[in-house]
């Protein structure tokens, strides 16, 4: 018992006395070689401390797509792939191009009355409709890229046959191997057929189509131009219907307003029982000069009576007439500005009603002649369309860029692969395998 409780602490005093048990052998990492990678390096770092035989999975990965399989089948076969069909099938493309500018004629000046009236209306009759503006030559190059013009150029030269002639080769012919043969998707490859783009600066419309025939593609063309001439006429026609239609509107307003001017001046004249007060207020102030003009010649008399013979009784007489004629004088201008019963008021009730008549009548005047004149620049053509150059008959096909478009696929693919392959290996480092 004793010299079990001395043992333990003698091999505290005395280590020497301790069992020696070997150390524990562990594996050694296999040292890099020349053209080990450093995850390599912590895999088998990794598999010496836990035992785990990572090397041998690693033998059996030969498909990683960060190496040669990956390359191969992300890089080599999509660039082989578009070497053979852009060398040996795609067919060729012919490009048709067109260049045209919406015009309008120029706006006329206008003042006075008619331009009033013109504002009033909406457009100015005399200048007419002007579509040859920034918005309407932008619409031009919508419409032309729209499911309309593929519908009337389809009527006019069958876009289902001249997509699918037998020049063409199987992916690039309509309606292909992938597609279906309806409108949404003939308007699709409608629109890859063509290219449509407005110049802000210059005002010009440029059109590209393709198609396997030379013809085919300025068939195309003319049918596209050909139908947005016939919209630029349905936008002018539509524009000179409504210059005309509000030119009525107006005369029928300007009329309306002189008839109602002529009633009101009508009811006055019966009520006040006077044709024109102006006319009777003439005759009024016509009597007053003369009553005025009379009664100053007897007062001269009267002075030079007086200064002759101031007993004379012809004073008297003089006295009575000059007294008679301011009474007539006061009475005459009583009617003129009197307190009741006087024209004032009625000359500028007069006044009013004859001023609105006159104006209505202007107005109807100057709408007339503003009827007149966009009558005139209805019967012409406002806004038309301009060819500057097309739709041209190619030579040569353009289309497609064979060579650009296997560098391309080999651009694309080599991208694709380069970043596929720095995710793989980021993600073995970070999971250390």
Do not use: C
């Not at 063409?168 to 043969?181: L, M, N, T």
């Not at 008959?393 to 289309?399: E, R």
Request: hydrophobic content about 45%; overall charge positive.
């Amino acid at each position: 018992m004793r010299d079990a409780l001395r043992r333990p602490r003698l091999l505290r005093l005395l280590p020497s006395l301790r069992p020696q048990t070997p150390p524990a052998t562990r594996p050694t990492a296999i040292a890099p070689g020349n053209f080990t990678p450093l995850t390599e390096v912590r895999r088998f770092a990794r598999a010496a401390e836990d035992g785990y035989d990572h090397a041998a999975l690693r033998t059996k990965r030969w498909f990683d797509l960060d190496r040669r399989f990956g390359f191969a089948l992300l890089v080599l076969v999509p660039t082989l792939a578009a070497s053979v069909y852009y060398g040996l099938i795609a067919a060729d493309r012919f490009v048709s191009q067109s260049q045209f500018v919406l015009r309008s004629a120029g706006a006329a000046d206008t003042s006075g009355i008619s331009a009033m009236i013109a504002s009033q209306a909406g457009a100015l009759a005399s200048g007419g409709l002007s579509v040859g503006g920034d918005r309407d030559a932008q619409a031009i190059a919508t419409y032309i890229g729209s499911h309309d013009a593929m519908a009337a150029a389809d009527r006019a030269v069958d876009l289902r046959q001249v997509f699918a002639r037998p020049e063409s080769d199987f992916i690039a012919r309509y309606p292909g191997p992938v597609r279906h043969d309806t409108n949404y998707a003939l308007f699709r490859y409608y629109e890859h057929m063509t290219s449509i783009s407005y110049d802000s600066a210059t005002g010009v419309i440029k059109l590209s189509t393709e198609a396997f025939r030379p013809e085919d593609a300025k068939a195309i063309s003319e049918a596209l131009i050909g139908s947005a001439e016939e919209l630029v006429n349905r936008m002018d026609l539509r524009g000179r219907q409504d210059a005309m239609r509000a030119a009525r509107e107006q005369v029928d307003s300007a009329r309306r307003q002189v008839v109602l001017a002529q009633e009101k001046l009508t009811e006055f004249r019966l009520r006040e029982r006077m044709v024109d007060p102006i006319k009777m207020s003439a005759v009024v102030i016509e009597s007053i000069a003369q009553l005025v003009s009379q009664s100053v010649g007897l007062k001269a008399q009267l002075s030079d009576l007086l200064k002759n013979a101031p007993s004379n009784q012809q004073a008297a007489v003089l006295r009575n007439q000059i007294a008679s004629l301011d009474e007539q004088i006061a009475a005459e201008q009583r009617k003129l500005a009197g307190p009741a019963g006087s024209l004032s008021p009625t000359l500028a009730e007069y006044a009013q009603l004859n001023l609105q008549s006159e104006f209505a009548n202007r107005i109807y005047t100057g709408s007339m002649d503003q009827l007149e004149a966009t009558r005139a620049e209805a019967a012409r053509q406002r806004a038309f369309i301009e060819r500057i150059s097309g739709p041209t008959l190619a030579d040569y096909s353009t289309q497609p860029t064979r060579a650009l478009m296997v560098l391309l696929v080999l651009a694309v693919s080599l991208s694709v692969w380069i970043i596929l392959r720095v995710v793989i290996r980021d993600s073995r480092m970070h999971h250390g395998r």
